[in-house]
């Protein structure tokens, strides 16, 4: 990635950042995308280069970090095992970024109740559908490479993106409520799917 794209993806990941750290504290109505853009330190016409919505820019770092996650998986020795590689490559992705090193939420519990206030607004929460539908078509077409297989006939590549994609959502909502890590908990998640999913021992 060239000097330019990398001044972009870091302009696309503080405005998306300030976007939910912002609705997170206030509440999705009362920010407006003038705020978002003071607090990254552009314009609004530059938000709006990057972004149709203050929805957008929320459910973009979902769709950002699976894309970057399709891109590692490509990139990842060929001989590795899927689901090994597939780790790898998500893992390298929860890493937090400048923008949040700068800007912790040092309040876990109100952290915690302002994202779930967050994703219930039906705007993000259709961003989010269509985030997801569009992150699991780029995952599933790195597995499709890997595998030999084809996104478009074969369940088994859409099967993986799904999976992987569940695992991450589910690991994101744990870690709201969990004295863990979403990176704990999301390998947690990966080794019980390779696993095969066994019941619980009681």
Partial sequence: MGLREQKKQATRSALSWAAIRLIVERGYDKVLVEDIATEAGVSPRTFNNYFGSKAEAVASRHLDRFRRGADALRA????????????????????????????????RAAWAAGVQLMTAAPAIQAEILRAGALAQAA????????????????LYPNLVAATVLAAVNVASQASLVSRSSIQELLAEALQQITAGLPPPIS
């Fill in 139 to 154: 995952i599933a077409a790195a597995v499709a490479e890997r595998t030999g297989t084809d996104p478009t006939t074969d």
């Fill in 76 to 107: 990842r020795p060929a001989g590795e095992p899927l689901w090994d590689a597939i780790t790898h490559a998500i893992f390298d992705q929860l890493t937090p970024g400048p923008e949040v090193t700068a800007h912790p939420h040092p309040d």
